[in-house]
C-alpha cells in the first residue's frame, strides 16, 4: 500500500508493506501512479532488471531511479512489478509496461528519486518507508 503526502514541490510517498519485496512493488508502483494511471495500461513488454547495492535504502533509491532511467530510455510507463530483495541487497526484478503513446494520461514526469526525507522504519507489522519523487 502506498499514500502520497503533501510536500511543496516535489512528490512525497509513504510505502506501508509486510515484506521488503513488497515495498519495492509498492513503491514503484507508487513511482508510476505518479506519472500516469497505471489500470489503464498493458503489461506487453517485460524488462529484468538485477541491481546490488550497499544497503536495502541505497538499494530502493538506485530500484527507483533505474526505474526511471528505463521509462526515458525505452518510453515505456510501467505497471506490472515483480521483486525479489536476495541477501547482500541484491535485487532480481522484472517489470512489464507498454510502449507510450499521446493518448495516454500524462500526470507527472519523474526526474529522479532522492534521499531527501528518507525513512525507513521497521516494525514487527513490516515496514514503512518514505521517500521523495523529484517531478
Not at 503533501?6 to 509486510?18: Q, T
Not at 512489464?96 to 529522479?112: C, D, F, M, V
Request: aromatic share 8%; with cysteine.
Amino acid at each position: 500500500m502506498y499514500e502520497f503526502l503533501d510536500h511543496p514541490s516535489e512528490a512525497m510517498v509513504r510505502v506501508s508493506a509486510g515484506t521488503i519485496d513488497e515495498v519495492f512493488v509498492d513503491s514503484a508502483k507508487a513511482l508510476f501512479e505518479l506519472m500516469t494511471d497505471t489500470q489503464k495500461l498493458r503489461g506487453e513488454r517485460e524488462f529484468k532488471i538485477e541491481q546490488v547495492s550497499q544497503d536495502k535504502v541505497l538499494l530502493l533509491i538506485d530500484w527507483l531511479n533505474r526505474l526511471i532511467l528505463l521509462h526515458e530510455v525505452e518510453n515505456v510507463f510501467l505497471c506490472e512489478f515483480q521483486a525479489n530483495i536476495l541477501p547482500a541487497w541484491s535485487l532480481s526484478a522484472t517489470v512489464k509496461g507498454e510502449t507510450i503513446s499521446p493518448n495516454q494520461e500524462r500526470r507527472h514526469h519523474a526526474k529522479g528519486a532522492t534521499y531527501g526525507q528518507l525513512q525507513w522504519n521497521e516494525t514487527p507489522e513490516g515496514h514503512q518507508v518514505q521517500f521523495v519523487i523529484d517531478v
